[in-house]
């Protein structure tokens, strides 16, 4: 099974300088979803792993990483309708305590709501994938699943 993970959360700082205005440079990096990047995966392990960083030259993006999604494409040589699966490494269910903030509740509603970076998916790979191939994982649980199944020998098959 080919798999494309992919990291980052596309307008996180755009929101966070609209709410702040451009003069605060310092707290605008105070935001989840920096390090924008992507990894090709399939039964053998790691096919191909890019950050977007190196191809916009902007450090610590959190921009859409479409050239490092399209470079892992290219080193497998392989289009996104070859994969199989998108699993994009934050997932977030907010608490109803969110909805009593409504600065919380604009975040999560411009931000990290999955059908907002499903929205910036289809943007970018508009026909390739169909919705229920994009899976959210929970942000850590991505962390501690790709250090896992990698590690075993031979790696373990998702």
């Known amino acids: 099974m080919l798999t494309l993970g992919f990291s ?10 609209a709410i702040l205005g451009d003069g605060w ?5 105070i935001v989840q979803g920096l390090d924008s990047a992507a990894a090709l995966v399939d039964e053998t392990g790691v096919v ?7 191809y916009d030259g902007v450090k610590g993006t959190g921009h859409f990483p479409k050239d490092a999604i399209d470079a892992c494409l290219r080193i497998a040589g392989v289009s996104m309708r070859d994969v ?3 699993a994009h490494g934050f997932r977030y269910e907010p608490s109803p305590v ?3 903030d409504h600065l919380s509740t604009r975040w999560y509603e411009q931000v990290y709501a999955q059908e907002v970076q499903r929205e910036i998916f289809r943007a970018h ?9 994009i899976v959210h994982v929970r942000h850590h649980e991505a962390h501690a699943a790709s250090s896992y199944y990698l590690s075993l020998d031979p790696p373990m098959k998702v």
């Open 48 to 54: 191909a792993a890019a950050a977007q960083e190196r």
């Open 25 to 29: 440079h310092r707290e605008q990096r």
């Open 84 to 86: 199989e699966m998108v």
């Open 125 to 133: 790979y508009p026909a390739d994938l169909a919705d229920p191939r």
């Open 8 to 17: 980052g959360l596309d307008r996180s700082m755009a929101l966070k300088r």
């Open 98 to 100: 969110w909805r009593l």
